[in-house]
């Protein structure tokens, strides 16, 4: 803790793992409608302030590297424990919910293995539909690919420029030569399949619904349901704590397979009028991203058009900076919009890990990024306050950006 109060990005991760897309064996597929109207350009940023918040990210990228590896070592040795430890008790944070049927949402996979169509709860709403293209723009220019051992062994200006750039116009990026290994990499999308083919009960023994009612973040499921009429993503997920080790809870974790870990979108017999993941921004410092290599659907939204981000090749990950890099940067990166679509035929799986602050920290603009003539855009607030607007936010479906509400 003290570490982290001198370095807030010390790292406070969760990894989550989706499934989306899964295959419905009694559905014909409906096809997305195509088309999209090009979005202008986005600008870029100059001056001071933007070199300083783009240090703040070429020193935590770098770090992060480190903390990856640490962290996907970390998952290892965990794993290595084998089954949970006899007598061991359960550390639960309980949200009270009602004992009302809709209130708990089903498995994914299991509605595609049994329904021709999705059930309402899934569907996008009329006034969702109106100019709504699910299909998605092919994007402009490649994803930006920043070459992450270049950039932390030399800090090379070229790289760095890309980097800064990248930030400024999209918000995410692509990272090269990471350091990982990449059968290390095949190995937990293999993991993460034969996860989520465990049948249905064995699954559940690491539900994040406690005595089939009582939500909490870890474990696998899915979102907390608020509403009787809020929209549902078509994926199932596993979310653990994996940093620090004194953070974990075990039992969440699966015991089966013995070599796991991750999201799961199942195939969806309606891709056109259902979403795998809504629109929303991240809420922590940093995401990173490892994508299907075959399946894409990942989508960012600049400048009023979603586009289509490429399935992963050559073993890159994906890093995009959320709400809380925004606000300490004080509105130089803004935090992404993006979503999910589904596919008819296929299941896509995606391994996220987070990266963000103490929940007792306060968040708000750096001092040396300040002055005069840039004043403060956001409010101080502590991580753990922000993280509860962020959620009920976009759970509601109160706007595009909760940023934008934050503001000063």
Known sequence: R???QQNPFLPLCSVLVVLSSVHCAHCRPAKSSGGAVQGSPGTEAGGRRGDSAAGLAEETLPSMRGDALRATSSLKRANNQGDRAPGSAKKHSR????DESW???NSVQQLAANMQEPPSQYLLREQELLGANLAGAEMPEPVPTIDLGLLSASNDPEEAAKL???LQTWGFFQVSNHG???SMMDSVFTASREFFQLPLEEKKKCSNLIDGKHFQVEGYGNDQVRTQDQRLDWSD???????PEGGRNLDHWPTHPKSFRFNH???CPRPDLVLGIKPHADFPALTVL???NDVAGLQYLRDGTWYNVPAACDHTLLINIGLTMEIMTNGIFTGPMHRVVTNADKERISVAMFYGVDPEQEIGPMAHLLSEEQPAQYRKMKAKDLLVLHHEHYAGGRGPRIADTLKI
Do not use: W
């Open 2 to 4: 003290d570490r982290r």
């Open 103 to 105: 209130r708990l949402p």
């Open 265 to 267: 979108f199942p195939p």
């Open 237 to 243: 997920r596993l979310h653990l704590r994996v940093e």
């Open 180 to 182: 990982m290994e990449a």
């Open 95 to 98: 949200t009270s919910m009602a």
């Open 164 to 166: 800064r750039s990248a």
């Open 290 to 292: 490892l994508m299907d």
